[in-house]
């Protein structure tokens, strides 16, 4: 279930009728970046704050690198 603040991503004049579709992928799509590449925590590290869910207080600033092609799949997103 899209949270308040990302369902007003999908809201213009009209609704967003691929809304529920774009909140799949956008799940499918974290899930390949992560199998490809490694994400570390760039300086201080974040501060949970819990809301209706769990936030971070000031953002998640992530270092981002290519995993080891040998140690991860050979298939390509
Ligand atoms: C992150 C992805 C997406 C975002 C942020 C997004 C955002 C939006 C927004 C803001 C509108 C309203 C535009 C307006 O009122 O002028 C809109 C309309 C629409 N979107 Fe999306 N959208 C996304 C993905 C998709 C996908 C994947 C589909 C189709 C599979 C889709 C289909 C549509 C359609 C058909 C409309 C027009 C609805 C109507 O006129 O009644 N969108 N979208």
New binding site residues.
Partial sequence: MPTRRLHA???????????G??MI??VLLLAMLVRKFRFEAAGQMPVPVAHLTVRAKDGIMLRVALRDPDTTSKRTL
């Avoid at 991503?9 to 809304?19: I, K």
């Fill in positions: 991503v999908f809201q213009g004049a009209e609704l967003c009728s691929g809304a579709f774009a992928e956008v």
